[in-house]
């Protein structure tokens, strides 16, 4: 399926009827109309929730386990095998969304 626009012919300035000094009827801006991802970026975001929450109650949390596996946990391991690093990661996701999240609300 092709998405390719047919402009019609083509002339020069001049042979339609159209002067240099007169504007053709159809402006640029009114041929491409703004992209609705836009108005959608505008609108705040929903609070995250689930997976993605940052709750109290998660932020304690993962203060007892992370200090649980710092104490008595398995020690250092590559990056992607550590659980501390792994627990870390996903702390800073939901702390980055959470701030995402506030932001949308004040903007909007």
């Not at 020690?75 to 980055?96: C, F, G, H, N």
Request: proline content about 10%; aromatic content about 10%.
């Amino acid at each position: 399926m092709s998405h390719e626009k047919n402009p019609g012919p083509l002339t020069p300035h001049g042979t339609d009827g159209h002067g240099p000094e007169e504007p053709s009827a159809e402006e640029p801006s009114a041929v491409f109309a703004e992209d609705e991802d836009d108005t959608a970026a505008d609108a705040p975001m929903e609070k995250p929730r689930g997976e993605d929450g940052f709750g109290l109650w998660y932020r304690f949390f993962f203060r007892f386990q992370y200090l649980l596996l710092h104490i008595i946990g398995p020690p250092r391991l590559s990056r992607s095998m550590d659980p501390r690093t792994r627990m870390k990661a996903d702390y800073d996701r939901r702390k980055a969304l959470r701030q995402q999240w506030k932001a949308s609300r004040r903007g909007a």
